[in-house]
Structure formats: C-alpha cells, structure tokens
C-alpha cells in the first residue's frame, strides 16, 4: 500500500491588466530594443561604415527614446507627494489654507515645501505628466507649466510639450528635440 502525499496548494500570482502608463512604457521599451538590433545589425552589414549624418539621427532618436522612458518612469513613481494640510480650525476640503509638497532628498531625509492651495490642480498635472523636482517647483513659483526649447533651469522641454500634444505617439519625433538636446557628432 502506497502513502499519498498531500498536494501543496500552489500561490499564484494574480493577473492584472498593465495600467496605460505601464502599456506605454513597455512599447517605449520594446521600441528602443528593436531600434538597437537594428542599428546593430547594420553596423555588422556595413562593417561599421554608417555616415555620420544617420550615426547623429540615430544617437538623437536612441536618446529621445530614453528620454521618454525616464519621463513614464517617474510618472509611475512621483518622485513628490502632494499633502494636504488644514488648520483644526476648518476641516473641510473647502476651506483649504494650505497646500504640502512632501519628498525625500539624497541622504534620505523628508523636505516639504509650502505651496498656494490654488496650485493643486497643476501641481497633480505635473506629477503625472513625471516632471522633475525642479520642474515642480518652477511650476509652484511661476502658477504655470512653462515650456523652453533649449535646455533653461525649471522649465520643460517644448518636445515633451510636442510629444504630449501628439497623444504619445511612440512613432512621433518631436521636431523641438533636436534643439533641446544639441548632440554632437564625434
């Protein structure tokens, strides 16, 4: 007679649709890997003879891709969270006096910066769209997202601007990043 041993209940993991930020970063992804095969490939075909025009279109097009995964990225995880303080006084979201930006600085210590509760709804905008800290507080100081097309402390890339109007077209180049990003062809 032989003993039966108990079967063990296997965990399994719970499946989930991928959010749209997370569908975008995932074609964004897949997108710079075929890029990189290709470019591969092609330097291996032409025994790395590519003219230093399409090697400067490529190094702006791989780095614009990186560029916008690093933009998904820290909108998945902002890198700022929005609190809402209120005076005991009036505990109502109506009556809100003051707004909170809490994040934690390099050595790991947590900042907050006053802000005029009336920025709460460009400020949410910008978390989500994965501006930088920077960015962020530019946005508080000035009551707008401003736009530059070259590089200018505070302000956002007018290709994010394009890249935004587009709806996040993967196959969209934002013709304002060449500007922006001044790549030097060695």
């Known amino acids: 007679m032989t003993a ?18 997370e569908r975008q970063l995932i074609h964004l992804l897949a997108n710079l890997g075929c890029s990189l095969v290709r ?42 969270t929005l609190k809402r303080v209120y005076f005991k006084s009036e505990l109502s979201p109506r009556n809100l006096k003051s707004l909170k930006l809490l994040w934690i600085d390099e050595e790991g210590k947590s900042r907050v910066k006053r802000v005029d509760p009336e920025l709460d709804e460009i ?9 930088t800290l920077k960015q962020i507080f530019h946005t508080a100081e000035v009551g707008e997202r401003q736009f530059a097309r070259t590089v200018e402390k505070g302000k956002v890339p007018l290709w994010v601007q394009e890249w935004e109007d587009s709806n996040y077209d993967i196959d969209f180049f934002p013709p304002a990043f060449s500007a922006w990003v001044n790549l030097v062809d060695d």
């Open 39 to 80: 470019y591969g490939m092609e330097h291996a075909k032409t025994k790395g003879i590519i003219s230093a025009c399409e090697r400067k279109q490529l190094a702006e097009w791989h780095y614009l891709r990186l560029q916008q995964i690093r933009r998904v990225e820290r909108s998945l995880e902002p890198p700022v």
């Open 123 to 131: 400020l949410s905008e910008t978390l989500d769209k994965g501006d």
């Open 4 to 21: 039966r041993r108990p079967r063990r209940a296997t965990n399994t993991l719970v499946r989930r649709q991928a959010t749209p930020k």
